[in-house]
Every structure is written in structure tokens, then in C-alpha cells.
């Protein structure tokens, strides 16, 4: 019998637990190695040779069958959202929506529906850091009773284009340039910026992509948006419009930039790890699903066109109604066969779930079948057990690569008498999808509407409505990329769309950009020459909105509070008071967040009292980019050693610099005076309120301590510190 694995013992921490060794579920713990024919291997470290010295021998099927497979381990990865993490759960709605729409899914509230996500950057490919400034992919897969339905939608609520025939331009763009494959998955580079100001109706998403949505702290702490409009249809087969939104319950939150780029060296895994690690601690993320519902004869009723990707529906006009909620509870056995197998197409609905005309939805449901032909290898990707749904499949489907069915009988096709008529289809009544019965009565033109002309005026309501800090943060992020275009016409062209935007956020660029915005912008041409030769006709319009400011848009005004998950360092050395470490580990544990021992090297420390305490990461391997705030404890040794530690101080200026709420037990105080910040902030001790200490707790009561801690620690960050002067390039 082969031996069998031992588990080790479990222990204290969130980590030893995920790291605890455990056998596989699929070889358990008595299974011998084998061929991919099921022939028993006896020796897997030799290959066969003519002699010990002698060259390996053709006829060695073991060694053969071994590197061919090695050698196709491989598949094209995905052209755009390479790079993502995926976990299954559940999804449930709180109350039967039959009013709206007949998917049975979203009207049996007693229904676990199974669901698959993945979430995604866009630009890079799969190898590429998960902090880079970019769109995030949104995409659940529901196996509902009636089939598959997928909304494939991203972290923000507008698309840079119109029309599906630019996506492979925009693309092209965004990917690293084609002559020396630089940079990799970043926008900050000429020819993405060469499109994106020749193309103003790009100019509200790009707003989005340069704020702080762009980076998030983590994937469980992001919204998703459906983007284009579709359709719910009920049983009397009447339609509404509806968008969908995803709404974290942990609130929306976002990094620093600086802070990204720093993560992306220390920890490129980081969103993924976050995701992986809070389900594994059965800290499980959720969403509530959201729907702005509007009726079929509403829908010529807005300022802009429904069907236009590059518009949301101000939630002040039409409010999001929190229809269920879905919760991530187990990560992917294997990372291949399921995260980077898993075939989402926008084109998947079940009845009661239709589309609109919006020109880029439409493009889609082109697109995702047919990549998945090249990426999967055939058309049997439905076959993959992460993409087959839960009910059972019949058609008259055949062969192909790597067909898995076994087909019994003689009729593949239908009508048949010889099968007994088998498949039938489906009634409407019988649960049959049946296509909305749209009217559609015009021209066959390749032309665009003129309500997709503005441009603009929702790019102004997006920035109007974020707070001074995201503003200054948008403000950043354009200066930033366009810093990084070496082009100076594109930079200027660039600074002509701002202007029609919002002329101080292009007053402002320009100045960071040495340039002067344009008097006259240049006014690129939005789409191809109309056939009657007149491009006036089609120049972008500014539409007066009927809302200037949506409170929703801001980042500022999400949940706060709530410290489940979030990671605290807490940086002590040898002789560290012992009560002072445990007493503030132990009350952050219980509001469910992850404090962590760093010290100077791994191993244990000795506390003041003779305590052995466990250290669980080394200065050496971490840094304060990685976790969401820092508490140092008291202990006369422990504090002059953590104040001598030049590590241990760039750990607490960045932690300041990048606005995370700090705690210090009032005997660590000497350890502030080595920090940049020490000296501004002991003058502004002691306070009552985290907000008057500006995210710096000083305190010598441990239960005070704990408790302003924690209050701190909800606010996510003090953006207020950045307009110090104190804080250093
Ligand atoms: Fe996608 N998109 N997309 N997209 N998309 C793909 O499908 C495409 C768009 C989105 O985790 C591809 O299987 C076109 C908008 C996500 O596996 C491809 C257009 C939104 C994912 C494709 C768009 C998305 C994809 C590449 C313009 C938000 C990752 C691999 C008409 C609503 C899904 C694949 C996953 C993936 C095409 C625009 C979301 C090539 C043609 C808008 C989340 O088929």
C-alpha cells in the first residue's frame, strides 16, 4: 500500500489553517500513480534507457505519454480579461419578482441557485499583476432549473464605445504596442490614449477608469454593473427594461495608487489572494443583486438613449431594488479546469431574460461563442463540467473535438419519427424560450442614432459628483498616463476632451503636463463619413442633464464601519508587553478582522513576561502595502528595537502616507519620533474623535485603545493627510 499522507496538527491563525496539509480529494490518501490508461507506474523518477549511461528509448509509453501531455499543457488565453480569480456560491432571492419577469430563479425565494464568478482585470495577460489600473471583469454564471444564465459585466456601469465593430481597435490600443510588446497591462502609453482622444465618446468611461475604481482594495469590495440594458419578460410575455447591479456588502472601497504600484511588485497576486483567503476562512463575500427597472413606455423618457452603453441610469431617477443576494462560499478545486475553462457568453438568458438593441450587447452576442471555438478547442466547451448546466441537455447536436456525450440511437435530427419525435420542444407554458416579439420596422444602414451623440454630459455628472479626494485622485491619474504618452499632439488632444468635461479637472492636467488647454479643441470626428459626405451631422452634443450631482457615483458616501477581513500588522520585537500585543489582537479578532505578528525575523518572540508569542511574517517578506492598518504595542525593548528598525519605519510612514488608520500603545510613543509624521501627530494628541487624530490613534488604555482602533479601521482611510506638505514624494 502506498504511505498514506499525514495531516498536520491544526493550529492558531487564519493562515496555518489554509496551509494546513490535507490529502486530495482526488487521489485520497491510498491511490497508486498511474498511466492516462490506467497502467500502474513503478518507477516515475527513471526514464527507460539502453543501459544506465544509455539514451532513453523511444519505446518508453510512460515517459512519451507524459511530456506530450507537458507539452500541450497550454491553451490561448483569453484576448481580453486574461487575468482572473473565481470562486462558486450561491444565489437567492428575497421576493418572487413574477411582475417583472418569469425566470424561475428570481421567483422561488426557498431556491439555492449555484452560481460560478470570475473576476477579472482587462488588459493583461495571465500572468500580469492583479493591481493594475484597469477595468474589472464581473462575470456570474447562475445554473438555474431552466439553464444557464450569465451576466458578464465589469466594475463599472458604462463602456468606451458605442458600437461592438471598434472593440478589436480599442483593444489593439489598450495592449501592450505591437513592436516592442511595452507596457504590460497598463493604459499609460501612447497608442491607448492616440484612441481614446480621437474617440469622445469614450470620455465618461475613461473618467471612471481614472478614478479609484480602477484600483480596488479587493475583488469582495466592488460593484458590478450588467452595463447595457436588457430586458425582463414576464409570463403574459409583457417587457420592461432592466440594468442590473451587483452591491457588496462590505461597502466599495479603493487602494492608493502609489500603493498599487508598490502591491504590484510586492504581492502581484493580491486580489487573488484576498478572494481566496477570505473564503477559506469562511469569511465569505457577498452582493445583493440590484435591478433599475423601467417600463416599456418610459423608454424615450431620458435625456440620453437607453440603448447607448455609454450612459447609466442616474440611480436618483430610477432607484436600485435589491432583489437577492449571492454569496461566494467555496473556492475552485483547480484553478485550470474551472477558472480558466469556464465559457461565459452574455448570449446565455433563460425565459424571462431578453436583450435590447444596444449595438455593443449585440456585438457580444456574436463574440464569446466564437472565442471560446479557438480558446477551448471546438464546440463541445459546454461539455466542460464547470460550463455544463444542471439540467439535463438533449438536442440533436453531434461529434466534434472532444466530444464527452455518448449519443444513443439513430436520430440526430428533428422532426423524427424513428426517435418517437424525441427532443420535443417546448411549449411557452413548458417552460420554451421564446424570443420578445420586439417590432423592428427601418432601413438596413450603417449608421448610429442621434441619441448616442452626448458625449459629455455624463462624464460632468460623474466627476461633479465625487468628493475633493476622488476628484484630486482623477486629476492624478489623467496627469499620470498622459505623463507616460510621449506624443505631445495626443496629451493636447486629450486636454481639448477634458475641457468639455470639466474645464478645471483639463486646467489642471495641463498644468501637471506643461501644456495649455487648447482654446480651440480640437473636435475629433466621431464616426466614419456619412454617405451624404456632411461630418457635422456628426459631431458629439452636450445635453443638459436633468441631474448635476449623484450621490451614488462617490465612493465617499459607501458603508463604513465594518472590519471583517480587513488585515492589521501589528509590528513588535523581544520583550514586546504581552497584554499590550494580545489584548488589542484579541479585540480585533473578534470584529473579525486579521491581525498578524510582524517582527523583525520569523520564529517566536519573547514577550516582557516571558511569553513566547508567534511571529507570523518577517519585515523581510511584507511591507504595509499589504494590510489595512498597523498597531505597535509597548514594551521598553520591543519599542527601542522597532525604532531603530529602519524597515519597521518605512512601514509606518508609508502606512501614514497612504492614509491608514495607525495605533500606537502610549509607551510606543518613542518609535513615532523616528517617523515623519511623529512629530505633527503627538501634537495633536490625545483626541476623543479618530477623525480629529486624523486616523492615529495614541493611547495608553488598552481598551480605549482597542476601541478607537477599530473605529479608525472602519473608515477605510483618511484621504485628509495627503494635502499635507509633510508627506514625502
Ligand atoms: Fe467582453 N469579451 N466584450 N465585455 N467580457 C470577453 O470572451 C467582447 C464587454 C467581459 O471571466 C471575451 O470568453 C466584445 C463589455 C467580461 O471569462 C470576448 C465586446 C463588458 C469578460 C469578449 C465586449 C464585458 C469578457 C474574451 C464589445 C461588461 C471575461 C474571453 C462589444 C458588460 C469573462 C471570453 C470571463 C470576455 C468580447 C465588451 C465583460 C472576446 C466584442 C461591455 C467580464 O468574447
Known amino acids: 500500500m502506498p504511505p498514506k499522507k499525514s495531516k ?86 428575497y421576493e418572487p419578482m413574477a411582475k417583472y419577469t418569469r425566470a424561475a430563479f428570481l421567483n422561488d425565494t426557498s431556491l439555492e441557485t449555484p452560481v460560478f464568478v470570475r473576476f477579472s482585470t482587462v488588459a493583461g495577460s495571465r500572468g500580469s499583476t492583479d493591481l493594475a489600473r484597469d477595468v474589472r471583469g464581473f462575470a456570474v454564471k447562475f445554473y438555474t432549473q431552466e439553464g444557464n444564465f450569465d451576466l458578464v459585466g465589469n466594475n463599472m456601469p458604462v463602456f468606451f464605445i458605442q458600437d461592438a465593430i471598434k472593440f478589436p481597435d480599442l483593444i489593439h490600443a489598450v ?26 465618446e469614450s470620455a465618461h468611461m475613461i473618467t471612471w477608469v481614472m478614478s479609484d475604481r480602477a484600483i480596488p482594495r479587493s475583488y469582495r469590495m466592488m460593484e458590478g454593473f450588467g452595463v447595457h440594458t436588457f430586458r425582463f419578460v414576464n409570463e403574459q410575455g409583457k417587457a420592461c427594461f432592466v440594468k442590473f447591479h451587483w452591491k457588496p456588502l462590505l461597502g466599495v472601497h479603493s487602494v492608493a495608487w502609489d500603493e498599487a504600484q508598490k502591491i504590484s511588485g510586492k504581492d502581484p497576486d493580491f486580489h487573488r489572494r484576498d478572494l481566496w483567503e477570505a473564503i477559506e476562512s469562511g469569511n465569505f463575500p457577498e452582493w445583493e443583486l440590484g435591478v433599475q427597472i423601467v417600463a416599456e413606455k418610459d423608454e424615450m423618457s431620458f435625456d440620453f438613449d437607453l440603448l447607448d452603453p455609454t450612459k447609466l441610469i442616474p440611480e436618483e431617477l430610477v432607484p436600485v431594488m435589491r432583489i437577492g443576494k449571492l454569496t461566494l462560499n467555496r473556492n475552485p478545486d483547480n484553478f485550470f479546469a474551472e477558472t ?55 438536442n440533436n447536436q453531434r461529434d466534434g473535438h472532444m466530444r464527452q456525450t ?30 420578445y416579439t420586439e417590432r423592428i420596422d427601418a432601413k438596413k444602414v450603417r449608421e448610429r442614432s442621434r441619441s448616442f451623440f452626448d458625449h459629455f ?35 493636447q488632444r486629450m486636454l481639448g476632451i477634458l475641457a468639455q468635461v470639466d474645464k478645471g479637472l483639463a486646467a489642471e492636467v495641463a498644468y501637471n503636463l506643461g501644456l495649455e488647454v487648447p482654446k480651440k479643441p480640437e473636435q475629433p470626428m ?21 441631474v448635476d450631482r449623484s450621490p451614488a457615483l462617490s465612493m465617499a ?20 508587553n504581552e497584554a499590550s500585543l494580545t489584548t488589542i489582537k484579541n479585540a480585533l479578532q473578534a470584529q473579525g478582522a486579521v491581525p498578524e505578528v510582524v517582527a523583525p525575523r520569523l520564529g517566536e518572540i519573547l514577550a516582557e513576561n516571558d511569553t513566547a508569542i508567534k511571529v507570523d511574517k518577517s519585515l523581510l517578506t511584507v511591507a504595509s502595502v499589504l494590510y489595512d492598518a498597523v498597531y505597535v504595542p509597548g514594551g521598553d525593548n520591543s519599542v527601542a528595537t522597532i525604532a531603530d528598525n529602519a524597515d519597521a519605519i518605512h512601514f509606518l510612514n508609508e502606512a501614514y502616507r ?20 511623529g512629530k505633527k501627530v503627538l501634537s495633536m494628541q490625545p483626541q476623543e474623535d479618530v477623525q480629529e487624530g486624523n486616523g492615529v490613534v495614541i493611547e495608553a488604555n488598552f481598551k480605549r485603545l482597542a476601541s478607537r482602533f477599530i473605529q479608525a479601521i472602519g473608515e477605510h482611510r483618511f484621504w485628509e493627510r495627503e494635502s499635507s506638505k509633510e508627506v514625502p514624494a
Open 526 to 546: 466621431n464616426h466614419s463619413i456619412p454617405a451624404d459626405g456632411n461630418p457635422k451631422k456628426y459631431q458629439p452634443v452636450k445635453v443638459e442633464g436633468s
Open 658 to 677: 497612504h492614509c491608514k488608520a495607525i495605533a500606537f500603545d502610549a509607551a510606543a510613543s518613542p518609535v513615532l519620533e523616528n517617523t515623519y509624521f
Open 457 to 491: 454630459s455624463q462624464a460632468t455628472l460623474f466627476y461633479n459628483s465625487q468628493s475633493d479626494v476622488e476628484k484630486a485622485h482623477i486629476v492624478k491619474a489623467f496627469s499620470f498616463e498622459l505623463g507616460k504618452v510621449e506624443t505631445v499632439v495626443i496629451r
Open 406 to 435: 455518448i449519443n444513443q440511437g439513430r436520430t440526430s435530427y428533428h422532426p423524427n419519427s424513428l426517435g418517437g419525435g424525441c427532443p420535443y420542444q417546448a411549449k411557452l407554458a413548458e417552460g420554451g424560450f421564446s424570443s
Open 8 to 93: 498536520a496538527a491544526a493550529s492558531g491563525t487564519t493562515n496555518d489553517k489554509i496551509n494546513e496539509l490535507t490529502p486530495d480529494k482526488e487521489n485520497g490518501t491510498d491511490q497508486f500513480m498511474t498511466t492516462n490508461t490506467g497502467v500502474k507506474i513503478n518507477d516515475d523518477q527513471n526514464s527507460l534507457k539502453a543501459g544506465d549511461r544509455g539514451p532513453t528509448l523511444m519505446e518508453d509509453f510512460i515517459f512519451r505519454e507524459k511530456m506530450t501531455h507537458f507539452d500541450h499543457e497550454r491553451i490561448p488565453e483569453r484576448i481580453v480579461h486574461a487575468r482572473g480569480a473565481a470562486a462558486h456560491g450561491v444565489f437567492r432571492v
Open 175 to 200: 495592449k501592450p504596442e505591437p513592436h516592442n510588446e511595452i507596457p504590460q497591462a497598463a493604459s499609460a502609453h501612447d497608442t491607448f490614449w492616440d484612441f481614446i482622444s480621437l474617440m469622445p
Open 340 to 394: 480558466e475553462q469556464v465559457a461565459f457568453h452574455v448570449g446565455h438568458v433563460v425565459p424571462g431574460i431578453d436583450f435590447t438593441n444596444d449595438p455593443l450587447l449585440q456585438g457580444r452576442l456574436f463574440s464569446y461563442t466564437d472565442t471560446q471555438l479557438i480558446r477551448l478547442g471546438g464546440p463541445n466547451f459546454q461539455e466542460i463540467p464547470i460550463n455544463r448546466p444542471i439540467v439535463p441537455v438533449h
Open 557 to 576: 458616501n459607501t458603508i463604513k464601519g465594518n472590519i471583517r477581513t480587513r488585515k492589521v500588522a501589528i509590528l513588535a520585537a523581544e520583550g514586546v
